[in-house]
Each structure stands twice: as structure tokens, then as C-alpha cells.
């Protein structure tokens, strides 16, 4: 009996130790494949940092650029438009051959309006100037009249020399001045036809005056029943945004001389 209970126990632990010894070999079998799995994943990832480098190099240098544009625009300085006081039309010149009356005031009188607007609203569409009419209502200009520094007669007639206009533009408290006048103005009642020839300068107390001047005709064949007021408002008109444009244009620039050549003006 005893023997029986020895030979149990034996072949018991033999079945134990085969039994261990097969799990362990399961076990070694496996380990290659995970150590091969976990190289090929560190190969892998080995791989893809120096892509993720790269990309952090490039976004980064894109941020310098978005950074360094951003701070270009911020230092960009901002120009203030300047003040332009804006002076009554002269229309003094051939008053004797002024057109009739019409609604309370002559035909050159209203056309003085026409160029003032059209000159207001250049100097505003610029994005350059800003404008003030010249008034005797001016705060400066009436203290200067109370305290006898400024005669009745400059201010009736500021536009009579470029010292008196000067000099009005100073006490306005402004460095920009404009001035316009009607130079000619011709009806021919026979073919119902306006000429006009008028100028205009902008005078830079800090800098080079400017000046343009510009003529023209309305056409020979006017719309049936029109009348000269009409005429001629629309040719001063036409004309005032021609001259303008000229007046407001930038200085044009002398092309430079090549080196060892000579001046192409010459």
C-alpha cells in the first residue's frame, strides 16, 4: 500500500514538473516576438521624431514671420492729413463780361460755390487733407480784427497777394492754403456756348507751392431750351474735378542718370 502511495506521488510531480516546464517554454517562445514588436516600434518611433522636429522648426519659423510682419505694420507711422484752408473764389477778374443774374447772385458768383464744393470734397476723398473755409467768423481772424493786427480790407480781399495770404493762413492758425480763381469767363449768346478759364495753387507755407490752371468750352450744340447758368455750371464743374486731379497729383520724380551716361532730359 505504501509503495502504491509513493509510486501516486511520483509520477504526481513528474506530471507537475512537465506541466511547468511546457508553460516555460510557451513563455520563451514568446518573448523574441515582443521584443521584436517592441523594437520595431521604438524603430518606428525613432523614425518619426525627427519628422515631428522638422515640423516644430517650421512652425516656429512661421511664427517669427507672422510676429515680425505683425510688428512691421505696427511700427508703420500713421501721416495726419493736413489742414487746407480754403479761400474765396476770386471772380473778380472780367467783371464787366459777368453773365446775368440768376437766383440773387451772378453767373460767376455761383460758380465760385461749384469750384469751392468740388475742392472740399478732392481734398477729403485724398485721404491727405482735411479743409476749413476761410470766413471772417473765424475765431482768430475776428480777435485779430478787435485788436486792429488785421484790416476790414485784407479780409474783404484775401486773395490779393500770396504775403496777404500767407499771412491769413498763419493767423487761421494752419500751414495750407488754397487758392482759385475764375480768370475768364465768355457767353457767346448767338451759340449758346460758356468758356471759362480758371486756376488754382496750393501754397505750402513749409514747402513749394503748387499750382494748375485749366480752360475749356461747353459744346457747340446745347441740349435744346438749355440755359447758360446750366452751361456753365456743368463746365466749371467738369473742369474743377480736372484741375483738381492735377493739383493733387504726386511730383513726379526725376529718372535717375546711369553711371558713366548722361542726363536723358538733356
Known amino acids: 500500500m505504501q509503495r502504491m502511495r509513493t ?23 514568446q518573448l523574441p516576438v515582443r521584443a521584436l514588436d517592441s523594437g520595431s516600434s521604438s524603430a518606428e518611433a525613432g523614425k518619426a521624431a525627427p519628422k515631428s522636429k ?11 514671420s507672422d510676429s515680425s510682419k505683425s510688428r512691421s505694420k505696427t511700427q508703420e507711422p500713421v501721416i495726419p492729413p493736413r489742414v487746407a484752408v480754403i479761400f474765396p473764389v476770386d471772380t473778380s477778374a472780367g467783371a464787366d463780361a459777368a453773365a446775368p443774374a440768376a437766383a440773387g447772385s451772378s453767373a460767376k458768383d455761383q460758380l465760385g460755390d461749384i469750384l469751392t464744393d468740388v475742392a472740399q470734397s478732392r481734398l477729403t476723398a485724398s485721404g491727405r487733407f482735411h479743409s476749413v473755409l476761410f470766413r471772417r467768423s473765424l475765431p482768430t481772424v475776428r480777435r485779430a ?3 486792429n ?3 476790414a480790407a485784407e479780409v474783404d480781399k484775401p486773395t490779393g497777394t500770396d504775403l496777404r495770404v500767407r499771412k491769413l493762413t498763419t493767423l487761421a492758425g494752419y500751414d495750407l492754403a488754397l487758392v482759385m480763381s475764375i480768370d475768364s469767363y465768355e457767353y457767346d449768346t ?6 471759362i478759364v480758371m ?8 514747402g513749394k507751392p503748387r499750382g494748375a490752371g485749366i480752360n475749356g468750352t461747353s459744346p457747340a450744340k446745347a441740349p435744346e431750351g438749355a440755359k447758360e447758368i446750366d452751361l456753365a455750371s456743368k463746365l466749371a464743374r467738369d473742369l474743377a474735378e480736372q484741375m483738381m486731379t492735377s493739383l493733387l497729383a504726386p511730383p513726379k520724380t526725376a529718372a535717375p542718370v546711369p553711371a558713366g551716361g548722361t542726363d536723358p532730359a538733356k
Do not use: G, M, P
Open 7 to 29: 509510486h501516486c506521488t511520483f509520477r504526481l510531480s513528474a506530471s507537475i514538473t512537465i506541466a511547468a516546464s511546457a508553460v516555460l517554454l510557451l513563455a520563451c517562445a
Open 54 to 64: 522638422k515640423d516644430s522648426k517650421n512652425t516656429s519659423a512661421a511664427s517669427k
Open 149 to 151: 493786427s488785421l484790416s
Open 199 to 206: 486756376s488754382a495753387r496750393l501754397i505750402d507755407l513749409a
Open 145 to 147: 480784427l478787435n485788436e
Open 190 to 195: 448767338d451759340k449758346n456756348q460758356v468758356s
